[in-house]
């Protein structure tokens, strides 16, 4: 499962030096936020990313801790680890998952929701909260 060249199960090219599972979820993440946010420009919606350097650290160190459980799952399932115990780490890489999207959607509601109520654009700032809340 380790190291294969080619297209992964997130339909993106793989290099050698990347663990396939750990290369989809990474695919998966920076698909979900660019869904989430659109860069500038898409007729989907203008609104752009609002981070602050520390917001970004925080989101970023949430991610890593998750793709360290992740890789962790891995392990355990090549090592033939005993069952429950991968199920709890890869309980502990949803939660880290879960803390990230939460200082995403909090640093969201602080900034490019609190912007578009102050230009009068509430409802599609709250429908759009609404739909990526649906999906968790
Ligand atoms: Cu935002």
Redesign the pocket.
């Known amino acids: 499962m380790n190291g294969k060249t080619g297209n992964s199960a997130c339909g993106e090219a793989c290099n050698e030096s990347e663990n396939i599972l750990v290369h989809c979820l990474t695919i998966s993440i920076e698909k979900f936020y660019t869904n ?2 659109p860069p500038r420009g898409d007729t989907k919606n203008t ?5 602050s350097e520390d917001t970004k650290k925080e989101i970023i160190h949430r991610l890593q801790i998750a793709r360290g459980h992740l890789e962790k799952v891995i392990s355990m399932v090549e090592k033939d680890v005993y069952c429950i115990d991968i199920v709890h780490q890869s309980i502990a890489v949803q939660a880290a998952l879960k803390k990230a999207d939460e200082v ?1 959607l909090e ?3 602080k ?3 609190s912007d578009s109520i102050k230009r009068g654009e509430s409802d599609e700032a709250i429908k759009e909260v609404m739909e990526v809340l649906q999906k968790k």
Do not use: E
């Not at 609104?47 to 981070?51: A, D, T, Y």
């Open positions: 989430v946010n609104m752009q990313m609002n981070h995403v640093n969201h509601l900034t490019c929701v």
